[in-house]
């Protein structure tokens, strides 16, 4: 007998796994007793004995203890356990050695298409499915690998040729989120293979996979929706699939509703029917294209909608609350423009019959392109024209055009792997600027690139810690890790230079001869460049150029040095840490040398640009002496800074003369590229400060844009807690005192010049302008008697200025406001603006409610770092609640990493570096690890900064401003 304490737990009908909590050898114990007996009938109970000692032996030589590996007493060849104990990181869920050991899934098996049927019961927060796989044998295999995540898999069955197929085992792996069947034969290629599973899962709001929403209606009651979100490797909590992007399929499916309900799916609706239970009803959606997992999507609500058609008989609808579809309208009428302009710019008809748009309460990320079924954050799809801002309208209207363009670069061509999602992101953050441009003429949406694309990549490229556009990923939190700035903003700005140096009809062409060639199925970046190589009609070899831009992390400084009569153009990598320790993962093969077409114009005549191609060397160019100064990189078409050397002080003296002379453009790369040559080193401090004394004449939105969230923030940010502060505020005030008096209040003007004056009214905010802080307190408290007294577009300054000025009542007030309003866009101004009191102990109580509010979490935390106050209780919030924080969105979601990167990289002191170091050194960081290296090394670039710079800013400030 062995003494073995086992849990049974169901798995499968009929099968049982013996989970083993303790195990130990079991012995045979012989106890005699001494028999005091007559010499009679000693002999006879010796003999006896003599003869039980013989069957013991024999028993013992023929009998097993219970196998550790099988758990069956029978005979086993399989060796003890403890000599063959597997890894421990290939453990399967029964204790066995996971046979499959690549997170990859094997290439022997291919999906053809999925029969999904599920039935979620919003209710008691369970869904219940059954997925049928048809499978293609690309080489015979007796095993099946497929994905799974938290689902209970109740019952599965595999047939070939119209007949079943046993199955010897099977097993999950948890942390490659996998399932493994061992088959009693192998599979043909010639077989027709099906694979059926049926599955149970949990409704939970978890923000992936399929989970439950909760919104309230004008009346208070709480409603809920099930949805979906699988972008990256999420699909596999949903059905039991082959959950990587270039295993396409076609995909069926059939959802189960209550009748008050209605049920969507990437495809439309084929038909309807009841259920055995009269208040439920069974849709069934016609069969969809070819496309990858991760763009499935479904949805059941209680939501109503409003639709249009476009030229090519396109259905769009636009889905939410029914409290809030008058808010649509906006986002409907953009979809069907920017469809209509895609169609045409892609040179490729959209390819399915409808599209749908459709708002979730709860949701991580901004918007998912899910083909034929995008679904989007409350405000990144509602609009009210009569309480939302203009940036409102227009980040609806970016947002809607950044997916649709996913329905081509994405959808109807997918990456092959991970490592190429540039080729997604990339193009739609490039894109989305071309459609908005088509519904927003006015908004000047070619010259905003610059400042919320360009410069925001260049900034973050400027790391060690970087990485290349294109970049090798493996598990789920890498993959997670490389929806940043680099796939999107310097995606998107590479492909920028490119339409410049091929020109927009070759650009053009290239583009639809990719789509053509590779719709509905996968494709790498080679690609890309051969079907722009083949249309080019130029001697400019396309690979060999961009490959120096997405295979290598990083971009060029050209630094220019001028002679007599020529000046020399030589480039090497730009870093903000050129001396940084940080050890670096990535080997560039081309040692940090870049094809850069060079574009430059001289003072002689500013008009005409020039291009000459640094083909991964330096150059030198004939320049007339009599020339004061060249401005490179001319309208910052190509990814790269210049520093102007001696030519810094011509510069700087044609813009206080006359700085329209380089165009608006142009303006804003000087002066960042000054400011940013400083703060490595580059450059002195005090020259770059010196550059943005021209500012006190510039009327130019994207320019202040630039220098406000830019250049000062950064000051103001490193010289808080110095003498020098009061001395830049009134630096500041001098520079924005002109703009101040010339934007007013009123809400007038062009578009940017209504952007042009919440950019400055806050600045005057945050450097204590006196008269501004007074006119916005007038301003809010007759706002809370009369809510549409005041402009919209002012409305966040005005609310800043009330919270931060104001005392608890108001706080109170603002806050009853954003629980009740049913205008997400207000409801989100609001919310942002209740993070600036000065007060301690509410800034903890609101940090405390908005972790209990899904909603609202990541808004509060990333907002807080824009409070000097909220800052340092916004990070030790983080450190004591990150567990829970890093439950919800840790594992399958980048929203981490901008809460981590926004409350910690304005860091500038050695205590809070080694802080934030010895706090994530020994935790899982799973989606946000490169966030916090990239942190760290930002933190040490403002450390150095503060030491070689701040004195000298401080004294120049103190002479200047004193």
């Not at 999950?172 to 399932?179: M, W």
């Not at 169609?343 to 998912?368: H, N, R, T």
């Not at 850069?596 to 640094?614: A, E, G, L, R, V």
Request: charged share 25%; hydrophobic share 40%; proline share 3%.
């Amino acid at each position: 007998m062995s003494d073995m304490e086992v849990e049974e737990v169901s798995f499968l009908p009929g099968d049982t796994i013996l989970h083993k909590k303790s195990v130990y050898e079991p012995t045979r114990h012989q106890r005699c007793q001494q028999l005091i007996c007559s010499r009679t009938w000693a002999i006879v109970i010796l003999i006896l004995l003599g003869m039980l000692l013989v069957i013991i032996a024999s028993i013992a030589a023929f009998a097993r203890p219970e196998c550790k590996v099988c758990a069956s007493t029978d005979h086993c060849d399989i060796k003890p356990i403890s000599t063959v104990a597997p890894k421990p990181e290939f453990i399967a869920t029964n204790g066995k050695e996971f046979p499959w050991k690549n997170i990859r899934l094997p290439e022997s098996i291919l999906p053809i298409s999925y029969d999904i049927f599920m039935h979620p019961n919003i209710s008691t927060s369970v869904f219940k499915g059954r997925v049928k796989i048809m499978l293609d044998i690309q080489h015979e295999t007796d095993f099946i690998v497929f994905h799974i995540t938290d689902l209970n898999i109740t019952d599965y069955s595999i047939t070939a040729s119209g007949s079943n197929v046993i199955a010897r085992e099977f097993m999950e792996y948890k942390k490659n989120k996998q399932f493994y069947i061992l088959l009693e034969r192998s599979l043909k290629t010639s077989e027709n293979v099906q694979l059926e599973v049926k599955f149970e899962g949990q409704l939970i709001s978890k923000l992936e996979g399929f989970y439950k929403s909760t919104y309230k209606t004008k009346d208070g009651e709480e409603r809920h929706i099930a949805t979906t979100h699988f972008e990256p490797t999420a699909a596999r909590a949903a059905f039991p699939c082959f959950d990587e992007p270039q295993m396409k399929a076609t995909f069926r499916m059939s959802i189960v509703r209550d009748k008050q309900h209605v049920a969507l799916f990437n495809m439309p609706l084929l038909s309807s029917k009841p259920a055995t239970d009269n208040n439920l009803v069974i849709d069934e959606f016609q069969l969809s294209k070819r496309m990858s997992t991760y763009l499935v999507a479904f949805v059941v609500s209680d939501f109503d909608h409003i639709s249009d058609t476009t030229k090519n008989n396109v259905t769009v609808s636009v889905y939410a609350p029914k409290d809030m579809i008058n808010q649509a309208e906006f986002a409907l009428n953009s979809a069907v423009k920017i469809l209509e302009y895609y169609d045409e710019f892609f040179g490729v008809p959209y390819p399915l019959p409808k599209q749908d748009l459709i708002a979730i309460p709860d949701f991580a990320a901004g918007a998912m392109e899910n083909w034929g079924l995008i679904t989007y954050r409350l405000t990144a799809l509602l609009y009210d024209p009569s309480s939302s801002s203009l940036s409102s309208k227009q980040w609806v209207a970016t947002v809607v055009a950044h997916e649709l363009a996913h329905q081509w670069f994405g959808n109807l061509v997918t990456m092959e792997w991970w490592d190429d999602l540039w080729l997604n992101e990339g193009f739609a953050s490039y894109v989305e600027y071309l459609g908005t441009d088509v519904v927003l003429p006015n908004f000047r949406m070619t010259d905003q690139f610059i400042v919320d694309d360009f410069l925001v990549a260049l900034n973050l490229d400027s790391l060690s810690t970087s990485h290349p556009i294109q970049t090798e990923v493996s598990n789920p939190d890498q993959i997670n890790e490389i929806f940043d700035k680099i796939s999107y903003n310097k995606g998107s700005s590479i492909l920028k230079m490119l339409r410049e140096f091929l020109g927009e009809e070759n650009f053009k062409k290239g583009l639809s001869s990719y789509l053509t060639t590779h719709k509905y199925g996968n494709a790498k970046t080679s690609d890309l460049w051969e079907s722009l190589q083949g249309v080019s009609g130029s001697n400019i070899n396309v690979k060999d150029v961009m490959d120096t831009w997405t295979l290598q992390m990083g971009y060029p400084l050209v630094t220019i040095k001028r002679s007599e009569d020529s000046v020399t153009l030589e480039q090497d990598r730009f870093l903000f840490n050129p001396n940084s320790d940080e050890k670096p993962e990535f080997i560039s093969p081309f040692d940090y040398q870049w094809y850069i077409p060079f574009t430059y114009i001289t003072d002689k005549n500013p008009s005409h640009i020039q291009t000459i191609w640094m083909n991964k060397t330096s150059v030198t160019i004939e320049f007339d002496k009599s020339n004061r100064w060249i401005k490179g990189n001319v309208r910052l078409n190509g990814f790269y800074r210049v520093d102007y050397g001696d030519m810094w002080h011509e510069i700087i003296k044609q813009l206080q003369d006359n700085h329209k002379t380089f165009n608006v453009v142009d303006r804003v790369g000087l002066v960042d590229d000054a400011f940013m040559l400083s703060r490595c080193n580059k450059l002195d401090a005090r020259t770059a400060i010196e550059i943005t004394k021209y500012m006190e004449n510039e009327t130019e939105y994207i320019v202040w844009s630039t220098v406000i969230t830019g250049q000062l923030k950064f000051l103001l940010s490193q010289l808080r807690n110095q003498e020098s502060y009061q001395y830049l505020q009134k630096y500041i005030k001098k520079l924005i005192s002109n703009q101040i008096k010339a934007v007013g209040w009123n809400d007038e003007g062009t578009v940017l010049h209504k952007f042009l004056r919440t950019g400055i009214l806050d600045m005057a905010r945050q450097v204590g302008h006196k008269e501004t802080i007074e006119k916005g307190k007038e301003l809010f408290l007759r706002w809370k008697t009369e809510p549409d007294s005041i402009n919209q577009n002012i409305k966040s300054v005005i609310l800043r200025i009330g919270i931060e000025f104001g005392d608890e009542d108001d706080w109170n007030f603002v806050w009853e406001k954003s629980k009740t309003t049913l205008i997400p866009s207000e409801k989100d101004t609001l919310v942002r603006a209740l993070v600036y009191t000065k007060d301690v102990r509410i800034i903890n109580m609101y940090l405390n409610r908005a972790l209990n509010d899904t909603k609202i979490t990541d808004i509060v935390l990333r907002e807080m770092s824009r409070n000097p106050v909220g800052q340092i209780f916004a990070w030790q919030f983080l450190q004591e609640h990150w567990q829970e924080l890093f439950k919800r969105y840790g594992s399958g979601s980048f929203t981490m990493t901008g809460i981590v990167q926004s409350l910690i990289t304005t860091f500038n002191t050695q205590f809070y570096h080694d802080q934030v170091k010895n706090f994530f050194d020994n935790r899982d960081m799973a989606t946000a690890t490169r966030a916090v290296r990239q942190s760290l090394e930002s933190i040490t670039s403002r450390i150095d900064w503060m030491e070689k710079n701040s004195q000298l800013i401080g004294d120049w400030l103190k002479e200047n401003y004193s």
